[in-house]
């Protein structure tokens, strides 16, 4: 405030030079010339005399720069009071008064004695209104009670007895049980919120657990959730699961049976890796997809069917399922991945839809319960070591697809008597039929293949 009454006691100042020196250059008393004229001035009637530099008739100043002192006495009376007043309302505190002093003050100082201008389109206020560039109170108000509702949705990590979870202003995650339990029931709510998620690995490793049942309320269950609980033997899923992590039951060795509720589209990765007890599992027929070596090892499992709206069947994922014996297979399957179902020594009717897009090396390897192969137009290649050492399979008729056949992708099936090529087939891989026993085999003329391609000595027709 000292600096604006002192900026404001210079501006008068200065305005006053300004004028003072405009008036005296109007009058010719600075600037003008001086008369080489030897003749004497005669005495003029109106006494003059001169004051401080300026010329004063009848001990007068002219009636502008006596207006003018009179404007820069008239404010600086004004930035005196301004002056003390803000001493005064320093010493009380009062700062939202002098502020508001300052403000008139500065408009009164700044402007002609004629009604000031407002500011074309722009908010009038900001001319009348002191509070206009001020902080709203309001806008405080509301800053302040976002800041409290942040605080208040900030989940707590709790625990009791059995538990330590996560407390959210509108649900619970269970991180971790503590108990000791044999059978157990997950509670629905903890205080007083629903149970919506398990966390990653929260009953891992239990050496006590032997069977479970999560309420309705679990919508999702995290990676490894019971990862290597050795004493598991039964688990009921809710409902409303929609999600389940890798690793779910991954090397539980004593889970025995299990049902996947509808709603569930993925089965993830190892999500029962080295389940080696399980026997009994139903699948919804809402699952998309099964993923890497999800059922890997699970040698007693008794499956007959895939889920109607399978589309993809990853790496490994019935690999060495040596009980699972499919009689159905989804009509809308288009990926199977490798070593997909290798070993898998039940199955014995393959039917590969004609959506089928991409099969890859040993997807059925080692299975040699097949005896039927049926493959639907759609697929382009048959990969390396596809079905090799599927000794069930006596008979296979390639659809006009089918442009590639891998290397060894039929080797050592040797209950294969008849094969039939299609003209588009344009190549065919190292040992791809060897170990077979057909004696004899029709290609196009432009198929690329090799002596060791077919089974020796057999005889090689063109089309």
């Not at 657990?209 to 309705?216: A, C, F, G, W, Y």
Request: hydrophobic letters at 35%.
């Amino acid at each position: 405030m000292e600096k604006l009454f002192w900026g404001m006691v210079g501006g008068c100042t200065a305005a006053f030079i300004i004028l003072l020196g405009m008036y005296l250059n109007k009058t010719g008393v600075i600037g003008a010339e001086p008369e080489t004229s030897t003749e004497i001035v005669s005495e003029i009637e109106t006494e003059t005399e001169t004051v401080g530099g300026m010329l004063v008739e009848n001990g007068e100043l002219p009636s502008d720069i006596e207006s003018l002192i009179e404007d820069s006495q008239t404010n600086y009376s004004k930035a005196m009071q301004v002056f003390e007043d803000e001493s005064q309302a320093v010493a009380s505190g009062e700062d939202a008064k002098v502020q508001g002093t300052v403000t008139d003050t500065a408009q009164t100082t700044n402007t002609s004695d004629s009604n000031p201008k407002k500011n074309g389109s722009v908010d009038g206020d900001r001319n009348d209104s002191h509070d206009y560039f001020l902080e709203s109170p309001t806008e405080e108000t509301e800053t302040a009670s976002e800041q409290e509702s942040t605080e208040e949705a900030k989940p707590e990590e709790k625990k009791n007895s059995e538990y330590e979870y996560t407390l959210y202003q509108d649900h619970v995650v269970i991180r971790k049980y503590t108990g000791s339990a044999a059978t157990l029931d997950v509670p629905d709510t903890i205080d007083g919120q629903p149970v919506t998620e398990i966390a990653d690995s929260a009953f891992a490793s239990s050496k006590r657990l032997v069977r479970i049942s999560l309420p309705d309320t679990v919508e999702k269950l995290g990676k490894n959730v019971f990862k290597s609980s050795e004493l598991l033997v039964e688990v009921t899923l809710p409902d409303g699961l929609t999600e389940m992590g890798e690793g779910v039951f991954d090397s539980c060795s004593k889970l025995a049976r299990i049902t996947i509720p509808d709603g569930l589209t993925v089965i993830g990765k190892k999500a029962f890796n080295e389940c080696s007890a399980l026997k009994t599992i139903k699948l919804s027929n809402d699952i998309e997809v099964i993923g890497e070596q999800a059922f890997n090892n699970c040698a007693k499992m008794e499956m007959t069917k895939l889920p109607s709206s399978l589309k993809r069947v990853d790496k490994e994922a019935f690999a060495n399922c040596s009980a699972m014996a499919l009689e159905r297979w989804p009509s809308g399957l288009e990926f199977i991945g490798e070593s997909a179902f290798e070993g898998c020594t039940a199955i014995t009717d393959v039917k590969l839809p004609g959506t089928m897009q991409t099969m890859i090396e040993n997807a059925f390897m080692g299975c040699t319960g097949i005896k039927t192969l049926d493959i639907r137009s759609g697929i382009e290649a048959i990969p390396e070591s596809a079905f090799a050492g599927c000794t069930g399979i006596t008979e296979v008729t390639f659809p006009k697809s089918v442009l590639s056949i891998g290397d060894s992708a039929f080797t050592g099936c040797t209950a294969l008597a008849s094969v039939t090529i299609p003209k588009n087939t344009l190549s065919i891989g190292f040992s791809a039929f060897a170990g077979c026993v057909f004696t004899e085999v029709t290609v196009n003329s432009r198929c690329s293949y090799q002596d060791s391609s077919f089974p020796e000595n057999t005889k090689v027709e063109n089309y």
